[in-house]
């Protein structure tokens, strides 16, 4: 059965918990990517994401901070000697499409995608947590914002 390790994404850009938001938005334009783990030092202590960066930044209109104010804490990771399929159950249990990979001393080794599943592992495997991942769920609207209208963005009557 495969591990994490023979499909994990090796060599993975990480920032530290000083870096700025800002700096974290040009290194995930300049990879292409949506995420990327914070650590100190060697360990592992935070993602940020592209969502962190608009909601917990710009929304609320904090772009000169540093990412330990904005940073997703208490991470889901795997192993990387963990199986494919329990990397893919955790991904399905929390809806997310990546995960920090961390070896026996819990320094970040590389990260788990769907997309590494997909090309390097069982495409099954991937297409059933993708299944998982994407249930719908109600979005929350409790505290609807001023930049909040009707569809198309159109004010309402």
Do not use: F, W
């Not at 914070?38 to 209109?61: K, P």
């Not at 819990?106 to 592992?121: P, S, W």
């Amino acid at each position: 059965m495969q591990t994490v390790s023979d499909v994990m994404t090796r060599g993975v850009r990480t920032l530290s918990p000083t870096d700025t938001l800002t700096a974290a938005a040009q290194a995930m334009q300049e990879l292409d990517v949506g995420s990327i783990p914070v650590c100190d030092g060697v360990r592992l202590v935070g993602m940020v994401t592209d969502r962190d960066i608009v909601v917990r930044g710009v929304a609320q209109e904090r772009v000169n901070v540093s990412l330990q104010d904005v940073m997703s804490e208490g991470l889901l990771y795997c192993h990387e000697d963990d199986t494919v399929p329990s990397a893919m159950e955790s991904m399905r249990r929390q809806q997310v499409r990546r995960l920090p990979v961390v070896d026996k001393d819990k320094r970040l080794v590389g990260i788990v995608t769907l997309g590494d599943v997909a090309t390097k592992g069982d495409e099954d495997d991937a297409g059933d947590a993708l299944r998982g991942i994407s249930e719908p769920s109600e979005p929350h609207r409790s505290r609807l914002s001023a930049a909040s209208a009707t569809a198309g963005g159109g004010q309402t009557a």
